[in-house]
Structure formats: C-alpha cells, structure tokens
C-alpha cells in the first residue's frame, strides 16, 4: 500500500474512533450559577473574616471581583437573574421590574405570570398563576446550551418562580420553586407533568418536617456586631425583633408557618440540599454531555427585608449560608470531580439601610411611597391642564399617564414640564426623568440618565422615572429595600470558581452580566449577543 493511501486509511480510522466515542464538553462537565439574593458587596468585607466554610471558600479560593456593578436602575430579583443567566440588561431581555403596570390590561403583572401555562404542585395544593419566561426577550445560557446539545440537562431551583425561570430561560430539565400555594412546584412551560425525580424528593423531604424547629444565632451573641433590636425592624408576624424566631407560628394562621420558614436560613438549607440530591438523580456532569446547575438562595432577601443589612439576622443568615454552600461545593468535589465543573457566584441586587435607623444616625433618609408620588403628580397636572385623572398608576417609582396624556405629552414633550418641576422639589428626590427618548441614552456619559435607560422598555416602563436620594425608600412595608442605583444596591459580589478559572483578587470592572458570557467561553459554548464580556483575566 502507498503510503499516501496508508495515511488516508489511517486518518479515516482515527476519525471513525474519535465518532464513535461519547461527545465530552471540551471545557467541563457542569455549569453552575449561584445567586444569593440581596447580598451586599460590602457584607464580604464586613462579615467575610468569620466564614469559614463555602463563602470562605469562594472568595479567598475563586477568581473575586471587587468592582462588579449593576448599571441600571431597576436592582431588584427578576432583572437580576435575568441579567446574570443572559448577559444583557433589562433594556434588552425585556424585564423592567418583578412587577409592572400593564397598561392593555389595566393591573400590575408579574415578570413570569403566564395565563398560557398551567401550575404544576409537588404537593396537594398548586397556585392559581402559571409562570414562565414568555415575556424574556433572549435565549439563556440555558437555552442556547439546549439547542446546542439536546441531550444536556438544564436544572435550577429557588423559593421563587422569578429566579428559578429566570436562570433557566424558555425550557429546561427541571425548573422548580416554592409557590405561594405553600409546595413545591413547577409549570407546564417546562414539563407536561411532575418531574419524578424532583418529585421523590419533596415527598421524602416535606418542608412541615421543620414546623418544630426554632432559628437562633449559631454563635454566642458576642461574635455578632450590633444590636440584635435594631431601629426600624418589621419583622413578620409571629416574631419578635430579638431572637430566638420559632416556626411553629399561630396554629388559627396556617399559611405562618410557611411564610417564617420563608424568612429563615432553613429555607436555604432545604434548597441546598435538593440542589445536591438533584446533581445525584440527573447525574449532572458524570454523563458526557456538558450540563446547567442554577440554584439562586432567597433567604437573606426575606431576611434583609423584614431586619435590615445590620442586624443579627443577615448575619446568622450568612453564617449559616456559608455551610450550605460549603455543603454544596464538597458535594459537588465528590460527585462531579473538582475539574470538572465551573462555578460562578453572585447576586441580583443589594440592599439600602432601614430609613428610620439612618434617620436616627442624622441621615437624610425616609420614605416616599407611590401614593405620594401619584397625589404630587396629579395636582401638579391638574394644576397646569384642569381636573384629571392625568396620572393612571405609579409602579414602585414609575409613573403611568393616562391614554389621554400620554398622546398629548408624546405630541408635546414639554407638557411634561409642569409634573417634573413638582416632584424634584418632592423630599426624597435625586432626579425625574421623562421616558420619552430614552433608548438612544442607554450610552450616555450621565451615569443617571444611562442607568434609567438601561432599564427602560417601551410599552412596559413609566412615561416617567422618579429616581430616589440614597437612602430613600418606596417601601411601604419591608424594614429595608433596594432597586435603585446607588451602590448598596448595585455594588455586589461576583466570583469564578474551578475549571478553567485563575483564583485571584480582580480589580477589573465587571457587572452580574459578565457571568454567562465568561462560562460560555470557559466551556466554548457558542453565546452571541451579550452586553456582558467575558473576564478572560481570570481565565487559565
């Protein structure tokens, strides 16, 4: 034989062998996104020195980056999630807000309501409200890994059903939450019927299982800083502002139990457990097929809401996340192989101080709720163009015209005028900005007006944007909330951990958004479109 001939005989072998073998990702086994929601940056610096386990882990052993920074206006779970599993922002996946006000409709909707889509329960109660990604504007991370890879598998897990469908996307393998309906549950967006694997474990793992439990601080009281009774903390019903903060709840209230379980670190260690059994039932990255783990942890959101960013309540809550995620990494060590899966963790938002306690520290700090902000505008309307209603709904700190405004001040931009000029003398004001135009200021060098603009859809947001001081507050009932630009909400952790990922401390500027497109690069997966760019500084 000719030893041209030999060659291609010998070639066409060697690629009949390399065809026949299983397809391996060429860079690693298992995606995964952790989220914890409403996690300060700034919690790493001021209560990082006590962790010891998974958050320990993460930040002194992954690649962290100190300037990671949303740079929109609207800091709250459903644009965040959406942000990190896509790697755009509101103004281009579509979702402004956990809820706004839909206009054809005449009522506030949810990001992920879906009437199209039916509620599927792991339990004997299901939720009225079907949801889904219908209104995402993008493919995930999820979502382009499944088109590229059919056989891939796509899980993710919270207690809410906007992050849980947020970082999965349009589809997935199993994409679950805890409804309001009190159980565990997915929706027909995502499966015909009851995923059996989850479903095994949620009846071998019933959540009342914790109905008998009390949450008190791991430590002892002097490894906390602060005061455990701190200014302005609403904490729900059935608790106190000190702890210890029992479950059990009114046994004439039902529903208590669950909404304390909600507020408690055992919520999160419910999901970093079924995290880990999941990783187990779909053999996650052990399969030869490269696969997608989210699992986003909501506790220190509720937690943060009802105590506020200083109390021994985040703090514990943080404590005892620091095992749960230490958990989740040794299982994932000893299941997928420490090179064999590529992490990265962050949050979907920050949180601000508790306005009553910044006040009583000499702060120009309050609260401005949308009922005020309505009465302001309308009077202010009415004033300049006679009896209304001019104004039809304000959302958070969005204002909605009505249909007959709004064609008039699209006609005539200045007849706006009247309405900015009363709410900037309103306290608590930083800035009004009519919406009109705003899509060509998404690059603008006014970092309030770009921010407002990286958050605005046409036809969803306001017809015009109220942005708050520091310090100020829309929320009528939560102790503490977020959703502004300033940097307590913006300013979060961002960390890359195993294959592929340099440890390191980055200064770099980065944003949430920079996630899926650093993993998509770390596993060469093809992931066109993004705001985001990967952090190749921090990959081998």
Not at 161 to 179: D, I, N, Y
Not at 285 to 312: E, K, N, Q, W
Request: with cysteine; proline share 7%.
């Amino acid at each position: 034989m000719s030893r041209p001939r030999l060659l291609t005989v010998t070639a066409t072998l060697l690629w009949a062998l390399i065809a026949c073998r299983p397809a391996t990702p060429p860079g690693g086994d298992l995606m995964v996104i952790v989220v914890v929601d409403q996690m300060r940056f700034d919690y790493i610096e001021r209560f990082g020195s006590t962790w010891t386990d998974g958050l320990a882990r993460l930040t002194r052993e992954g690649a962290f980056f100190e300037s990671a920074f949303y740079p929109y206006l609207s800091t709250v779970t459903c644009p965040g999630h959406a942000t990190i599993s896509r790697g755009t922002y509101p103004a281009t996946h579509g979702l402004i807000n956990n809820e706004w006000w839909d206009r054809s409709a005449g009522r506030v909707t949810s990001c992920t309501e879906d009437p199209s889509v039916s509620s599927i329960s792991y339990g004997s109660t299901r939720e009225a409200v079907g949801h889904s990604a219908h209104r995402l504007r993008v493919p995930t991370l999820g979502d382009r890994l499944r088109a590229a890879s059919p056989d891939s598998r796509v899980v993710t897990l919270s207690m809410k059903p906007r992050s849980s469908v947020m970082l999965a996307g349009h589809g997935g393998t199993a994409v679950t939450w805890f409804s309001d309906a009190n159980s565990w549950a997915t929706s027909t967006a995502f499966t015909r019927t009851a995923v059996p694997e989850v479903d095994r474990y949620v009846r071998s793992h019933p959540v009342e299982s914790d109905r008998r439990r009390s949450w008190d601080r791991m430590f002892p009281e002097s490894r906390y800083g602060g005061k455990d009774d701190g200014d302005g903390e609403r904490p729900p019903n059935g608790w106190t502002r000190v702890f210890p903060h029992p479950l059990a709840g009114d046994p004439a209230k039902p529903r208590q139990f669950f909404d304390l379980w909600r507020t408690s670190p055992f919520a999160d260690e419910a999901l970093g457990a079924m995290a880990g059994a999941l990783i187990d039932a779909f053999q996650l990255g052990r399969r030869g097929r490269l696969d997608f783990l989210g699992i986003s942890f909501s506790a220190l959101d509720s937690v943060g809401h009802a105590f506020g960013p200083d109390s021994h309540e985040v703090q514990d809550t943080l404590f005892r996340l620091d095992r749960t995620i230490g958990s989740l990494l040794k299982h994932l060590d000893e299941r997928v192989g420490p090179d064999h899966y590529v992490l990265a963790l962050s949050a979907d938002h920050g949180v601000a101080g508790i306005p009553e306690a910044l006040r009583a520290q000499g702060k120009d700090a309050g609260r401005l709720l949308a009922p005020e902000l309505q009465q302001a505008a309308e009077a202010a309307m009415a004033a300049a163009y006679g009896p209304g209603p001019h104004i039809s709904h304000v959302q958070y700190t969005d204002i909605y015209l009505t249909d007959a405004m709004r064609q008039r001040a699209a006609a005539d931009p200045a007849v706006l005028q009247p309405l900015v000029n009363a709410l900037s003398r309103v306290d608590g004001v930083l800035r009004v900005i009519p919406t009109s135009g705003l899509e060509a200021k998404r690059a603008s060098n006014d970092p309030i007006e770009r921010a407002a603009a990286l958050t605005y859809v046409s036809g969803e947001s306001g017809d015009v944007i109220v942005v708050l001081k520091p310090d100020w507050s829309s929320a009528p009932t939560a102790a503490a909330t977020h959703g502004t630009l300033h940097s307590y909400d913006q300013h979060v952790p961002l960390v890359l951990f195993g294959h592929g990922v340099k440890p390191g401390r980055y200064n770099d500027a980065a944003s949430p958004a920079d996630i899926a497109p650093t993993l998509a690069r770390v596993v060469k997966l093809d992931l066109a479109g993004t705001e985001g760019k990967p952090l190749t500084s921090a990959l081998k």
